[in-house]
């Protein structure tokens, strides 16, 4: 059975930044990619960025909004994602999901992703 949990969600202020973590279980970490997505309410699901199975590092970076202000890791040993993200804006607000993708390439699609977390929280006040 995959399972895949994130955490570091929370409330936060306009500004700040944020780390959120997702832990991996029941696949073949090393095999998939890694993405992340956001929704919003009342908004469709989002994609953030991803990484590629063979990166540690960012391989893509998706929303106009938040390309510019995210960095993405995976740590192959631990079979965790990390999402940084700085200079926070209440439009940043959402439940925010790791989701993994077989064939170990990223996409921005997340029809792509047959495996998703149960998302976190993320709110950010002005």
């Known amino acids: 059975e995959v399972q895949m949990e994130e955490s570091g969600g929370g409330l936060f202020q306009a500004g700040e930044s944020l780390r959120l973590s997702c832990s991996v279980a029941g696949l073949r970490f090393r095999e998939y990619a890694m993405g992340w997505f956001r929704q919003a309410p009342g908004k469709e699901r989002e994609a953030i960025s991803c990484?590629?199975?063979?990166?540690?590092?960012?391989?893509?970076a998706y929303a106009a909004s938040v390309k510019d202000r995210v960095a993405t890791s995976r740590d192959s040993a631990q079979w965790t994602v990390s999402l940084q993200m700085r200079s926070l804006r209440p439009e940043d607000t959402g439940i925010y999901y790791c989701?993994?993708?077989?064939?170990?390439?990223?996409?921005?699609?997340?029809?792509?992703?047959?495996?998703w977390g149960q998302g976190t929280q993320v709110t950010v006040s002005s």
């Open positions: 989701a993994a993708a077989r064939g170990g390439y990223c996409s921005e699609s997340p029809t792509e992703y047959p495996f």
């Open positions: 990484i590629d199975y063979r990166s540690s590092r960012t391989t893509a």
